[in-house]
């Protein structure tokens, strides 16, 4: 398994927009679908967004849907969370994870590989 870092992650005010980019080996980011997670201060990991390389499938938690776009940069082994009209319930540590997690993407149980984390703050 490669290794992911995350990036972008800054204090805006709600509304703001930022955007967030995974850098992987070209290896990981290839042969694994790759996912967005988000985890606040108490509260457990959830999945925000997921993309796979060899399909183009997408999927968003309900919650970020309409705001948030995921897309890749397949020249760069880059993934990228594009984040609008965000809101103080956005405040959390964001992490890029890659695996083969099958039909259930969103949980952060299938993932064995995992950035840093990047922190974004909403402020109202």
């Known amino acids: 398994q490669g290794q992911l870092m995350e990036s ?3 204090s805006v005010q709600a509304g703001g927009s930022l955007r967030l980019s995974c850098a992987a080996s070209a290896y990981t980011y290839r042969t694994n679908f790759l996912a ?3 985890q606040a201060p108490g509260k457990e990991r959830e999945g925000v967004a997921g993309i796979y390389f060899r399909t183009g499938s997408i999927f968003y938690a309900d919650s970020v849907k309409d705001r948030f776009t995921i897309f890749q940069d397949n020249t760069k082994s880059t993934m990228y969370l ?3 009209n965000l809101k103080p319930e956005d405040t959390a540590m964001y992490y890029c994870a890659a695996d083969a997690p099958g039909d259930t993407w969103y949980d952060p149980g299938k993932y064995r590989t995992w950035g840093q984390g990047t922190h974004v703050t909403v402020s109202s």
């Open 36 to 38: 967005w997670f988000r």
């Open 8 to 10: 972008g992650g800054d």
């Open 82 to 84: 594009q984040m609008n």
